[in-house]
């Protein structure tokens, strides 16, 4: 009988230890800590600024500055018998066109000479003067471009002349050569108004003043919203232009802007204002304007959406034979994963951890989890006393939990910007238009209180500039 109660006693007291051993609690040691500081690096943006200058406003320009008496001329002498009285006039307004980068002037001038000439008739010596009108029709084409300093630059040619009434002057058999008045006219005339037409050319063109203007305007901080605080910053490095075009009655080309284009939190931030470059020289970029907006999540905001989807429930494995409920979720950074410290009880009481990657999903606009796993200390200590909890059904389950969705926060972001650039008058002059087209992710920062997302929202940002 004493035998049979010491059997007893030890059997009692090796269910004890077996239970307490059992349920002795599982520590596994937590991943280090690391997080980043946050710093948004933005990409280059192209800002396009259209430069038109419509051949109509150029044309009465011209016609205005050129009027009445073009030339006076007297006693000019043509050779040893010949001396003229010459004057030039506009005969119509002077007509333009474009064709490519070229500007062609069609200028009709009315001629009226006196021409005083000696000659022999038959062997008789003799003087007599003769006035006459004529017509000519002058072609020039002008080739237009900006040098590296921003001046306009022509480089303009006599195409051609043609008459549209000759003159005559006729004694006997003697006719004074026509090419004789044409070469003089050509000749004093050319320089004139090839510069006259070359300085309406440069003082419509003149776009310096303009350009200037819009690179300090667009370095001034515009604010998005006040509540919260948010400033627009666009930070020109460098402009270039494509090579003037001739279409529907306009001389066109495009002045493009590489930005850096950052969005401010909070007061104003201060101005500093880059020198307007040299110009540089390119074919139409892609005018592609690009900012990043920032979706946040904290961490505590982060544990309480998994709390509430995962405390108290229960995970049973092995056909019931063991089951664990999840009590309390905590998350942190670890680099660029998220660890997930999570407290069990049941089969298993203690606290294990698990890591996954956030992604950011375009479909949903959330941050989500990837390849969620068990920490490699937890993995390890698992293989000894639990394998059974390593067969997936906790990964998944707390994976499909962390889903956190920034929708919200995005709409508000591009509402607040397309607002910002849509007629947005900076000076008297300037007016922003620009749209957004797409979302795209550009990466998640993982700093010490919150997930941060970072958006490239891309579109296309033009500067009207009113006046030229």
């Not at 800002?47 to 320009?61: D, R, Y």
């Not at 050129?66 to 000019?76: A, D, W």
């Not at 062609?104 to 009108?133: C, H, R």
């Not at 795209?440 to 033009?462: C, E, F």
Request: with cysteine; aromatic share 8%.
């Amino acid at each position: 009988m004493k035998f049979r109660i010491n059997c007893l006693l030890f059997v009692f007291c090796l269910s004890v230890l077996w239970n307490c051993s059992s349920h002795k609690p599982f520590i596994a040691r937590a991943p280090e800590e690391k997080s980043e500081k946050f710093h948004l690096s933005p990409d280059i943006s192209e800002v396009n600024i259209p430069v038109n200058l419509t051949i109509q406003g150029m044309t009465e320009s011209i016609n205005k500055q050129l009027t009445g008496l073009l030339y006076e001329g007297k006693q000019i002498k043509a050779n040893d018998n010949i001396t003229l009285d010459i004057k030039v006039w506009k005969q119509a307004p002077i007509q333009l066109d474009v064709v490519d980068n070229e500007v062609i002037y069609t200028v009709p001038l009315k001629i009226w000479t006196n021409t005083f000439f000696k000659l022999s008739l038959l062997g008789i010596p003799m003087e007599d003067q003769k006035e006459a009108d004529c017509a000519i029709e002058l072609s020039f084409r002008s080739k237009v471009f900006l040098d590296s300093l921003w001046k306009v630059q022509t480089i303009t040619t006599l195409e051609k002349y043609t008459w549209l009434q000759k003159p005559v002057i006729k004694i006997g058999n003697f006719e004074l050569p026509l090419g004789l008045v044409a070469d003089y006219v050509l000749k004093n005339q050319k320089e004139v108004l090839v510069q006259t037409l070359d300085q309406q050319v440069k003082d419509q063109l003149d776009v310096k003043p303009y350009i200037l203007q819009a690179w300090n305007k667009l370095q001034n901080p515009i604010q998005v919203s006040d509540k919260p605080a948010v400033w627009l910053l666009i930070k020109p490095i460098n402009a270039f232009m494509s090579p003037f075009i001739g279409k529907t009655g306009n001389l066109s080309s495009s002045i493009g802007i590489t930005a850096y284009v950052e969005s401010h939190f909070g007061t104003k931030p201060a101005l500093t204002l880059a020198p307007l470059p040299a110009l540089k020289f390119s074919n139409n970029g892609p005018n592609e304007f690009k900012i990043s907006m920032v979706g946040e999540i904290t961490y505590d905001q982060a544990k309480e959406l998994a709390k509430n989807n995962l405390a108290g429930q229960t995970f049973e494995f092995n056909d019931g034979k063991q089951k664990v409920t999840v009590t309390d979720i905590d998350l942190y950074p670890v680099g660029e994963m998220l660890a997930i410290k999570t407290t069990l009880t049941g089969s298993l009481n203690g606290v294990v951890y698990l890591k996954g990657l956030p992604v950011y999903d375009s479909l949903s606009r959330a941050v989500k989890l990837i390849q969620t796993q068990f920490d490699i200390e937890t993995k390890n200590k698992l293989h000894k006393t639990a394998s059974w909890l390593l067969h997936g059904a906790l990964e998944k389950r707390i994976e499909s939990s962390m889903h956190y969705s920034l929708a919200d926060q995005l709409k508000l972001g591009e509402e607040l910007i397309r607002k910002s650039l849509n007629h947005n008058r900076i000076a008297t002059n300037i007016v922003l238009n620009g749209s957004l087209s797409q979302l795209s992710p550009k990466k998640i920062i993982l700093t010490p209180t919150s997930i941060k997302t970072v958006v490239n929202a891309k579109g296309k940002l033009d500067v009207q500039i009113e006046g030229f």
